[in-house]
């Protein structure tokens, strides 16, 4: 199974929005509504903020959404604030209880 | 609180063996589906075996198929990856994880294992 790809790196400014594309298969993100996102920040482990595609996990700020159309999933980020630069994962669930992760965005707040 | 603890990350050689240990608390594990997911340096997330809350389905990536093999001992809250053949591209932080509703919810701080002579 091959990584889903992603944007090796994104900015904004304070306050401003961005968004991360993850795109992979029909065999994955196309056929799959358990579409997840991770934030990971340097050195600690990573930390589910989206899952099944749109819903945040308890205590994500709603600056964080989730979409999903065809084969590719989306992170926006608005209303960017400095907390929120970090290393960004989108992740699907495959066929066999199995998962895919994406090759990682970095999101930089200038 | 949900803990998940790893141990026995260390330096091996190549085609050495390891064994990964994680020490769950906080929830219920017999309950829910485990997971390995590894973190080469500087590099993504890579997703590598998880197993079924008796143990009776395990899945691997295809690269560790046959050279890694995950178990786990639900009266001891704990999840083992025995890992053989070890190649210096196993190289990685190895987080054990919680599997719950498909989505990977809580993880440990990881363990680095480095392969190399």
């Known amino acids: 199974q091959s990584a889903l790809t992603q944007p090796p790196s994104a900015s904004g400014s304070p306050g401003q929005s961005v968004t991360i594309s993850c795109t992979g298969s029909s065999s994955d993100i196309g056929s799959s509504n358990y579409v997840s996102w991770y934030q990971q920040h340097p050195g600690k482990a990573p930390k589910v903020i989206i899952y099944?595609?749109?819903k945040r996990t308890s205590g994500v700020p709603d600056r964080f959404f989730g979409s999903k159309s065809g084969n590719t999933a989306s992170l926006t980020v608005s209303g960017l604030q400095g907390e929120d630069e970090a290393d960004y994962y989108c992740?699907?669930?495959?066929?066999?209880?199995?998962?895919?992760f994406g090759t990682g965005t970095k999101v930089t707040v200038v | 609180e949900v803990q998940l603890v790893e141990s026995g990350g260390g330096l091996v050689q190549p085609g050495g063996s390891l064994t990964l240990s994680c020490a769950a608390s906080?929830?219920?594990?017999?309950?829910?589906?485990m997971t390995w997911v590894r973190q080469a340096p500087g590099r993504g997330l890579e997703w590598v075996a998880n197993i079924k809350q008796d143990g009776s389905k395990i899945y691997y990536m295809d690269s560790v198929e046959g050279r890694f093999t995950l178990f786990r001992d639900n009266a001891k809250n704990s999840l083992y990856l025995l890992m053989n053949s070890l190649r210096a591209e196993d190289t990685a932080v190895y987080y054990c994880?919680?599997?719950?509703?498909?989505?990977?919810?809580?993880w440990g701080q990881g363990t680095l294992v480095t392969v190399s002579s």
């Open positions: 906080g929830f219920v594990f017999s309950s829910d589906w």
């Open positions: 099944e595609v749109t």
């Open positions: 994880a919680r599997d719950h509703d498909y989505k990977i919810d809580y």
């Open positions: 992740s699907s669930y495959v066929a066999h209880n199995t998962y895919v």
